[in-house]
């Protein structure tokens, strides 16, 4: 019992006064496409819900990754000519979590890309899932 409660600590942690050891991250998907996109978004715990984009909308969400890197936002995909759901692990923290805590992806017809600060591009860019 004593190893468990060791082991879980309190939630949260904190590492100096005011910071926790897990920063909050954001992540944000913009619609790259010149139609209307369909994003579904979720967790094992957690549904981000439905949203429908325009060209160049944009929605996001923020949430404490947790302290063993194992969380993971998965989202599916669809547009007009889409031919079907795309899917693709949106915030995969052991992908991630030492390359953002915000996170901004674009949506286009072949993936996502993931947003370069230093060069101000979507330049990173990733396929879908395999359904």
Same mark, same amino acid.
């Given at each position: ?29 913009? &619609? ?33 990754? &947790?302290?063993?890197? &194992? ?61």
């Amino acid at each position: 019992m004593v190893m468990a409660i060791l082991i879980m600590g309190p939630s949260p942690t904190t590492a100096e006064e005011g910071q926790t050891l897990t920063d909050k991250t954001t992540v944000q998907i913009t &619609n790259g496409l010149k139609v209307q996109l369909t994003a579904h978004c979720k967790s094992k715990d957690d549904d981000i819900g439905e949203k429908s984009l325009a060209f160049d909308d944009s929605f996001g969400w923020t949430f404490y990754p &947790n302290y063993i890197p &194992n969380t993971l936002f998965f989202c599916s995909f669809e547009w007009d000519g889409s031919g079907g759901k795309k899917y693709f692990d949106i915030y995969d923290e052991k992908r991630d979590e030492q390359r953002c805590t915000d996170c901004k992806w674009a949506i286009f017809h072949n993936g996502p890309c993931f947003y370069d600060e230093k060069a101000k591009l979507y330049d990173d860019c990733y396929p879908f899932n395999d359904s």
